[in-house]
């Protein structure tokens, strides 16, 4: 009869932290596959795909969730970013307010203002006529002042 030497599988290094699905997964690969009896070469050769197909597939999960992180870190940001323009239209829209309420006031300030110099000027017309009047009142009855 012919013998044959069972096939041995050698066990690279795993320092990638493979979780224990993963493992099972390759295993599971391997006992699929039927065993390449020619060199054990080519069973490594095996191996080595398995392990590259399980670092492929870890990488594009954690590429997906990494996506996924940064989506919701963008979805949060633009969350906050309306809910400070929305904030900053309220501000705004109460300092129009404001500035239009101070601007109508300045207005009234301003008019009662220039109405209060048109009284004076008039009152001081009008003080300038009284001693007109009273200088020519003592050019002409000279002694009124005396009796005072």
């Known amino acids: 009869m012919f013998y044959q030497e069972p096939v041995q599988y050698q066990i690279p290094a795993l320092e990638d932290g493979f979780t224990v699905n993963e493992i099972h ?5 391997l ?3 039927p065993p390449v009896h020619s060199t054990s070469g080519s069973q490594t050769t095996q191996l080595d795909n398995s392990v590259e197909e399980i670092r492929k597939r870890k990488r594009m999960i954690s590429n997906q ?5 940064s989506r ?3 979805k949060t ?3 906050n ?8 239209k309220l501000v ?3 300092l129009k307010n404001r500035l239009c309420t101070i601007t109508h006031e300045h207005c009234f300030v301003q008019g009662e203002s220039n109405r209060l110099i048109a009284e004076s000027l008039q009152l001081q017309q009008n003080l300038a006529v009284l001693y007109e009047i009273m200088s020519s009142m003592q050019l002409q009855y000279p002694m009124i002042d005396h009796y005072r």
């Open 25 to 29: 997964e390759l295993f599971t690969i």
């Open 31 to 33: 006992q699929s596959e």
């Open 65 to 69: 969730e990494s996506a996924r992180r």
């Open 72 to 74: 919701w870190r963008k």
């Open 77 to 79: 940001q633009l969350e």
């Open 81 to 88: 970013l309306t809910i400070e323009v929305n904030r900053l």
């Open 92 to 94: 705004n829209r109460e």
